[in-house]
């Protein structure tokens, strides 16, 4: 395909396809689906952070009419195993998080499964878990990432120890740098435990097909966790088959393993269908959660406003179990100085295991905690340079063809200076202050990757084909989970096959079906099952083309596909069918499909405690900026503008990535101002969305999207992920916007009224 | 688990004495139904009140208000009749959970649900309602006699609201009423306070005050009305009743806030429904 | 383990009346789910949080999860499904999907449902209005601009048809 051929589908607005099923309620996500003939299924949790289990007596449990199986540790052939989150070359570097499936032993946080059961109706379930009985004696528990990084802290799991990693990024020497200084700005900030929040809770369902084949139809992001549930099982990889449904949204907390080992172990169990399905409370209370970070940053700088250095210690709480935490650490370290050109850094990062609920991945991985840190700093150095935000950061931020401090080299555009004039522009003028609201604006740019670290060895593969009568089957691996993820690959396939969007039927996430396409993670699906789509679909046009230019006899170049048909572009008005070009090649045994593999660039790190060189395929840059109301009395504080400027490299869907953007801002909106799993003492005292406050259509701003299309991405077409580059710099722009308003600054997220009303009081006794 | 559905107000009356503590009423449910989801409560038999359409009217006489027990939060903020002469109650009722809930929440269960932050109760006391209870024989109890501690009211286990009975404002009158929470629809208050104040001038004839989430139940702030009550309002007497706020409330720390904070905001939202009912 | 009894209940869903044997425990939301098949009515709290269980009970949207299958007994209640087919889009329908108001979806069959319990009532609603109309159902995935656009596009296009039958 030509580079100047005009698009024709790319890059418009079109309404997403599945849309369409679900506007009028045809979707069948994962809880709405059942079969004749199956049992619910329960999970018993424990409600001690911290205990030994002493017993666990389930013969009452057993007894009870109805119910099918009661399952615990002991029953489980492999309980406990690592997950491996879907990647298949094997790193090492503690990467690889153990996993337990039910608790034996011991407890290690509030909420971890005890035991299973399935019964024949949800109420029997239920009251099966009342009769189990399992006597715990409580332990002693640690629940501060730092007190559990002392030598003598009691350890949350036997036999290893509470820092789970180390790592550091060093370039140049820091003392130097900040010799040079003229200004040292110093604090520490915290950020909190968040929940993904999606609307669907965790559900599936489980059954043996007829050649015993364990099936599990489950809201997921990632089916190739089949070969870790064909582990716990022990069995073969290929006699455990995951469905993917829809996906009621994912934000990184579907991305680990939650209802399928235990759908597969009673269905294993029993024999029969199996249907699990979390409550509100059951999700919040043990799903992983979002990092909480306590981060001590000092940057410095000239007085003109150039950088000179930054040092940085990072700690995070990884929770009772490893999951993502090393993951989700490394992002961060990668990202701790942010997109600076600063010559001096040194970053040390801990992730450290408490008794708290464990965390992992969650929409940013690790970059929006950073950059709450580094761009409260930048804010800082402007106040103390006089220098105005956006000034400060336009003097400092890394451009093409430079490194970050890990030595990676920014092969790629980086658009920062034109999304910060953007944000800038559309703050348009201040809305006038009146009573005791004060008006602040503030403004935040972030980094974050797209596609997986390289030394994974991504890939993905997508499967293109033509039918007969000109329709397009594609068929990947992928997990839809709200994003646009399915239809953005038929929006291409659609634009090189020169079909419209209508004639393409896809099919995703099934482990036995469709090829394997990795996971809806780490904004990677645009990116890698983009590409492979593309490579797959173009391969069938060359078919198509090469056997047209034969039948026309015209010169292949002079070809292309459009609306159905093979034409020529020089105007000759010599065209044929798409059909009957399909057909000539059936009947001339020619391939009608392709399968293509996508990689993305492998490189291996030499060492995981010094971070250096190429970790990431690429990033995408972007900038925020808030205008915020503050009450100066109560602490409310109300976003009256949001504006969030992206280069996405190319807008793929244009709608899809507007409502990427959008959602994002309100995610991070709420990151800022009232999402927070309180735990106290390892006990969740936000157990549902009464406790737990996502913004409400009440709360929100028109958020305003500026787009840049650099073409520069290393997608499809030039696109960049966005989905969670969205979220990064949203609550740096806000806490930088209140501190505009009063003139104070809050460390700790959420920025609830009490914290507001608190450090104002505190500025006005210190005069 | 047995559900009776009664016909009219004697039957209910025959089945609450019937079972006694083995029964729970139910009307919108909104509190009921959680309740029994989550098994803070097992009642042997429910007995739905929701359908009986007798007891849903909003109705007025020359001096007062007459609210059937079944009328739901959205017909409190939607109607003319209260908009006019009780509109702090519509305020309130406007505030209350989110549209869905109120849809279905009724007048009756939010008071005989006792929250101490109920959004109806609030302004209600600044009203001086009665509570029409209807048990072996009809009494009617103030509404500041009403609650007793968090989530308890006078309520006997054979008892029902029947009518709660709003005296009309004064067409002079001012009334306000301020919801502090955390977001801006579905928060549960941290505090709300709501004033119906008669003046002459400056000079203030009657002041009622509601406060609620400050306290173990709803409360009025007898005090400060005292301190207003024929009284010339000064910004100093202001000032002064935004100070002894604190010592009428005994707020406690939550996750959504801490006792300090409740403290202080009863005093900031106080100042504030004093100037907008003074302007 | 003692069962719990049993009533008949009867609803006319979307037009259509529909009978079951149901506890005193069972929610309206449970009900349609997992006795009358009507799936697109969802779960996604419980309690009364989130809306996704929004219907018209009475032309009024509720929760479903916040009402006893057996107070809605003799009612009509109407779901995304009664709103609207593939034959026959509703206007809302068509405005979510054009819009892009709809994302992972699963909080669009509470909204949908709720924007025309809206709509009925007040066909000219203002974005404020619209916005507090809405504002108890969540939604994660869109930061409700889109769904606010598009109950405003759908509004218009009713208000259009309507003034040309006249
Ligand atoms: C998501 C959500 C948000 C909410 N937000 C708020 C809020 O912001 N502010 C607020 O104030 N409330 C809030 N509530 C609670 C509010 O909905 C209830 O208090 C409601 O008003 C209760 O009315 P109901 O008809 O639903 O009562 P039900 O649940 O039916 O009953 C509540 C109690 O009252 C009893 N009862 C009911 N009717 C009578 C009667 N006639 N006589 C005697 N006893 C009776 C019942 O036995 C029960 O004990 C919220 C609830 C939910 C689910
Ligand atoms: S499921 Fe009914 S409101 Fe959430
Ligand atoms: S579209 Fe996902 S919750 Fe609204």
């Not at chain 2, 098994?39 to 001096?63: C, F, M, N, T």
Request: glycine content about 8%; some cysteine; proline content about 5%.
């Amino acid at each position: 395909m030509n580079e100047k051929t005009e698009l024709r589908i790319i890059g418009k607005p079109i309404p997403r396809h599945d849309a369409w099923e679900k506007a009028f309620g045809l979707t069948c996500y994962a809880a709405d689906f059942s079969l004749p003939g199956m049992l619910y299924g329960k999970v018993l949790r424990s409600n001690y952070p911290s205990a030994r289990i002493l017993s666990v007596n389930t013969s009452r449990a057993e007894r009870l009419k109805g119910v099918k199986a009661v399952l615990t540790a002991k029953d489980v052939p492999r309980n406990e195993s690592v997950t491996r989150f879907g990647q298949t070359h094997v790193v090492g570097g503690g990467f690889e998080g153990l996993y337990r499936v039910l608790a034996d032993r011991k407890v290690h946080f509030m909420g971890e499964a005890v035991a299973l059961v399935a019964a024949e109706a949800e109420e029997i379930a239920e009251k099966a878990l009342e009769l189990i009985r399992v006597d715990y004696e409580p332990l002693p528990g640690i629940f501060d990432p730092i007190e559990a990084m002392k030598p003598d802290a009691p350890l949350v799991q036997e036999g290893r120890p509470n820092i789970i990693t180390h790592y550091e990024v060093v370039k140049g020497d820091v003392k130097m740098g900040f010799s040079e200084a003229d200004i040292i700005v110093e604090n520490t900030y915290r950020v909190p435990f968040v929940d993904h929040a999606y609307l669907e809770p965790e559900s599936g369902m489980a059954w043996i097909d007829e050649d015993g084949v364990i099936t599990i139809r489950v809201s997921t992001q990632v089916i190739e966790h089949f070969r870790g549930i064909a582990d716990v099982l022990n069995l073969p990889h290929n006699r455990v088959r995951v469905i993917g449904t829809y996906v009621g949204g994912g934000f990184g907390g579907k991305e680990d393993i939650t209802v399928e080992a235990f759908l597969a172990l009673l269905t294993y169990k029993t024999g029969r269908p199996v249907k699990l399905t979390y409550t509100r409370e059951e999700s919040i209370l043990s799903h992983s959660k979002r990092h909480p970070y306590v981060m001590i940053y000092k940057t410095g700088a000239k007085k003109d406003g150039r950088l000179t250095a930054l040092e940085a210690k990072l700690v995070s709480d990884a929770g009772a179990y490893v999951y993502l935490s090393p993951w989700v650490l490394l992002y961060s370290m990668v990202n701790a100085a942010g997109p600076y050109r600063i010559p001096h850094v040194k970053v040390d990062g801990y992730t450290v295991l408490t008794n708290n609920t464990f965390t992992s991945a969650n929409r940013g991985f690790g970059a929006p905690q950073v950059c709450f840190a580094y761009e409260s700093q930048m804010d800082e150095l402007a106040r103390r340079t006089g220098l105005e935000p956006e000034k400060i950061r336009m003097m400092n931020y890394l451009e093409k063809g430079e490194a970050l401090a890990t030595g990676q080299i920014l092969e790629r555009h980086v658009a920062l200076q034109e999304t910060t004039e953007k944000v800038i522009e559309a703050l348009e003028e201040r809305t006038l202050p009146s009573g005791q609201m004060r008006i602040g604006r503030g403004i935040a740019s972030g980094m974050t990757s797209y596609g997986r670290m390289v030394f994974l060895h991504d890939t993905s593969r997508s499967h293109v084909s033509i039918e007969m009568d000109g329709s397009v089957t594609i068929r990947a691996g992928i997990q839809d989970i709200g994003g646009g993820q399915a239809s953005s690959l038929c929006q291409i396939t659609a634009e090189i096959l020169g079909v419209p969007i209508e004639d393409i039927k896809i099919y995703i996430a099934d482990t036995a079906l469709t090829p394997f396409a990795g996971t809806t993670t780490a904004t990677r699906q645009l990116y890698m099952s983009g590409n492979a789509t593309l490579m797959a679909a173009l391969e069938v046009r060359k078919v198509l083309v090469h056997k047209a230019a034969g039948m026309l006899g015209i010169d292949p170049e002079s070809l292309d596909l459009v609306d159905r048909e093979v034409i020529d572009k020089e105007g000759t008005g010599k065209s044929l069918p798409l059909k009957e070009v399909v057909r000539a090649c059936a009947s001339d045994g020619v391939p009608l499909y392709h399968v293509a593999l996508f990689k993305a660039p492998f490189r291996n790190i030499a060492q995981f405690e010094r971070i250096e060189g190429q970790v990431f395929p690429d990033f995408t840059f972007g900038t925020h900026g808030a205008e915020v109301a503050v009450d100066e009395e109560t602490g409310r504080i109300q976003v009256l503008k949001l504006i969030s400027s992206f280069d996405v490299g190319r807008a793929i869907n244009r709608l899809s990535v507007e409502g990427q953007i959008e959602g994002g801002a309100i995610y991070g909106m709420g990151y800022s101002l009232t999402e927070e799993v309180i735990l106290n003492q390892g006990i969740t005292m936000t157990p549902s969305f009464s406790e737990y406050l996502l913004p409400t259509s009440m709360d929100v701003p028109d958020v305003e999207t500026i787009l840049i299309e650099s073409g520069d991405g290393v997608g499809p077409f030039g696109a960049k992920g966005v989905g969670e580059p969205s979220v990064c710099s949203v609550a740096p722009a806000i806490a930088n916007a209140v501190f505009n308003a009063i003139g104070v600054r809050i460390y700790d997220l959420p920025l609830t009224p009490e914290k507001i009303v608190k450090a104002l009081k505190e500025k006005k006794d210190m005069g | 688990m047995e559900y009776i559905r009664p016909q009219n107000l004697k039957e209910i009356l025959h089945l609450m004495k019937q079972w006694k503590k083995k029964a729970t009423l139910i009307a919108g449910g909104t509190n009921v139904i959680p309740d029994l989801r989550a098994r803070a409560i097992r009642p042997e038999v429910l007995i739905d009140i929701s359908q009986l359409k007798g007891l849903s009217y909003i109705k007025e006489d020359k001096k007062k208000i007459h609210i059937g027990a079944l009328t739901t939060v959205s017909e409190l903020a939607s109607s003319k009749i209260i908009q006019k002469w009780a509109p702090l109650l519509s305020e309130a009722a406007n505030q209350l959970g989110n549209p869905l809930v109120r849809n279905r929440a009724t007048i009756a269960g939010n008071l005989a649900d006792g929250s101490p932050a109920a959004d109806t109760a609030v302004p209600l006391l600044a009203l001086e309602a009665i509570i029409v209870i209807q048990g072996g024989k009809e009494k009617q109890v103030p509404i500041h006699q009403f609650f007793v501690g968090p989530n308890q009211t006078v309520l006997k286990r054979d008892e029902m609201i029947k009518e709660v009975i709003v005296p009309k404002c004064n067409p002079n009158a001012k009334t306000a009423y301020f919801k502090l929470g955390l977001r801006n629809s579905m928060a549960v208050s941290v505090v709300s306070i709501a004033v119906l104040m008669e003046m002459e001038k400056t000079f203030c004839k009657k002041a009622r005050i509601g406060c609620g989430a400050v306290a173990p139940k709803p409360i009025r702030a007898y005090r400060i009305e005292e301190m207003l009550e024929n009284h010339e309002l000064t910004e100093r007497l202001l000032r002064a009743c935004c100070e002894t706020i604190g010592k009428e409330i005994s707020p406690i720390s939550d996750i959504r806030a801490s006792k300090e904070y409740r403290t202080e905001m009863a005093s900031v939202l106080l100042k504030r429904v004093m100037k907008r009912v003074t302007q | 383990m003692k069962v719990s009894k049993t009533y008949p209940l009867k609803l006319n869903v979307n037009g259509e009346w529909k009978k079951a044997e149901v506890t005193p425990r069972e929610t309206l939301l449970h009900v349609m789910r997992e006795r009358l098949s009507h799936t697109e009515v969802k779960e996604g709290c419980g309690k009364g949080d989130c809306g996704a269980c929004a219907v018209l009970l009475d032309g009024k949207p509720v929760n479903a999860c916040l009402t006893l299958a057996l107070q809605a007994d003799g009612q009509r209640v109407v779901t995304l499904k009664g709103i609207g087919t593939p034959d026959k889009p509703h206007p809302l329908q068509e405005s979510f999907i054009k819009k892009g108001a709809i994302q992972c979806g699963f909080c669009s069959a509470g909204m949908i449902v709720t924007a025309k319990g809206l709509l009925d009532k007040n066909p000219k609603p203002s974005r404020e209005e619209i916005g507090k109309a809405i504002s108890g159902n969540l939604c994660r995935c869109t930061g409700y601009k889109k769904i606010i656009e598009a109950i405003e596009e759908a509004a218009l296009k009713l208000r259009r048809t309507k003034n040309d039958r006249r």
